[in-house]
């Protein structure tokens, strides 16, 4: 196995840090998975996930997880006890690819990292939350498998293609950000609505329909 080029590894950290934000478990198996198969020469602050114990831990959340996030209501109750585990996690993960012989690349990593899983984290609890005010669960469903691929996607393109991956990355922020400021005002006019009616307040009209509005479209409330 040939050891992972400068671009990889930074590419590898950011993958680590905005995985974990979604899927944390998915992120420890694949990652510990594919050193202990030899797919990859793992940095040798992450050689600790390819040990047995580790993959069998993981593996088992990751069965836990897949059926806990496509369950309404459960999911949201997952990512908000998962809110303290996932964003730490990502910033190790990130400071694990360059290791303590590197400590400023480290630091720089995990801050990277951490920032990352905020980022995913926060995108994908805001919409899922967004999202379980529809009585239908098959978009729940659909947002929970979507997320399932993109993990193991973004994987393979940073070590693949580093620098697409990237680019992809910046692109996947910007559309984050827009996520977590649409789904939040969508969430906080429910919250006031739900307020008022249990406060004798009348209401004032029909509860918020969950929309997205793309930024580029003409008309953006």
Not at 85 to 91: L, N
Not at 98 to 106: K, Q
Request: aromatic residues 10%.
């Amino acid at each position: 196995m040939q050891t992972m080029d400068t671009a990889q590894l930074i590419a590898l950290a950011g993958a680590l840090g905005w995985a974990s934000g979604v899927r944390l478990y998915l992120v420890v198996l694949l990652t510990g998975l594919a050193g202990f198969m030899g797919w990859i020469p793992l940095p040798q602050g992450l050689h600790l996930l390819a040990h047995p114990v580790v993959l069998g831990a993981s593996g088992f959340m990751v069965f836990v997880e897949f059926f806990a996030d496509k369950i309404p209501g459960l999911d949201s109750l997952w990512d908000v006890v998962h809110t303290v585990i996932r964003i730490p996690a990502g910033a190790a993960l990130a400071a694990g690819v360059f290791g303590a012989d590197s400590g400023l690349m480290a630091l720089v990593a995990a801050l990277m990292g951490g920032t990352l899983a905020a980022t995913s984290h926060t995108a994908k609890a805001t919409t899922r939350a967004a999202i379980n005010t529809s009585p239908e669960p098959f978009s729940n469903v659909g947002a929970s498998l979507v997320e399932d691929s993109l993990v193991p996607a973004g994987l393979w393109l940073a070590i693949a293609y580093p620098l697409v991956f990237v680019g992809v990355l910046v692109l996947v922020l910007v559309l984050s950000v827009w996520l977590i400021r649409t789904c939040w005002r969508f969430l906080r006019q429910l919250f006031v609505r739900v307020a008022r009616i249990f406060s004798g307040q009348p209401d004032s009209g029909p509860a918020p329909a969950f929309t997205l509005k793309f930024p580029f479209s003409k008309k953006n409330d």
